[in-house]
């Protein structure tokens, strides 16, 4: 099964390494985890997954993270089907109501 956060090329854990560690560096800077936690449900959703299966240092510096950013956990991941998509976008068009430019007549 595919991890949104694995390369598929060859098997690399992109959120992986410890600070202090030379033997296992970071992969990807802090604040790129951040933003795509934040932008992509499954990044979010394969993040969930993959961090139990870390090792303890990374556990800690990714929990170090969510606690830096608390904002990353406040995201509600939204699962939109086409229809409640539609329904929406009518909704938009339908009230955004009608605007006519009124020229005074003498």
Known sequence: MANWWVSEEDG???LGG???DPTNPLRIPDITIVEFLMTYPQ???DYDIIVPTMSAGEQ???AALLETYPMVANVVMYKWDNHTT???MQRRHNTAGIHLR???QN
């Open 102 to 104: 009124i020229t005074r």
């Open 43 to 45: 990044a979010r959703l």
């Open 86 to 88: 539609t329904d929406a």
């Open 60 to 62: 800690a510096r990714l």
């Open 12 to 14: 690399v854990n992109w």
């Open 18 to 20: 410890v600070d202090d």
